[in-house]
């Protein structure tokens, strides 16, 4: 069986900084695992508040998970700040598809993907579960603690056989 290609969740929890209102906010993006395409979506760097984000994907991707492949089920996982949100839809046994959206203004009509990957579900949900892991370790050795750190905690805790491989 060919091995599908990897998307990852990028962050960076050297540079998490917390608000004085207690919002943290950092790097936090996806990548295409390819080094000879290598994309990110919405951009290398994308500052956002990855706390309340990845609690919020990893519940949508861990229900996402128990779906059937011929369901056709998809949910969306939004970025906190800005336009952009991405729709992971189940392809096949052990295989989603990731589209990837800038939502504009629009008259009419659907929004279009401007970025469209395959990838391994377990690959692509341990890669989810091990940022909410790092940024969770980062804020529980800073003292930061809040709604959003027991929200992410709590949904890593049930989606614990979840490994990052």
Known sequence: MRRLPSVDV???TTALVQTESGTIAGPLWLRDGDPDVQA?????????????ALASWVQELQRLSRSLPSSGV????RFLDGPYYFAVRVESAGGWIIRCFEVRDRPTGPDEPVREWKTGSSAFLASVVRAGRAVLAQCDARGWWSRDTEALRRCLEAGSQYRAG
């Open 10 to 12: 990028v962050t960076d």
């Open 40 to 52: 990110d979506f919405p951009e290398v760097g994308w500052v956002d508040l990855p706390v309340a």
């Open 74 to 77: 998809e949910t969306a996982c």
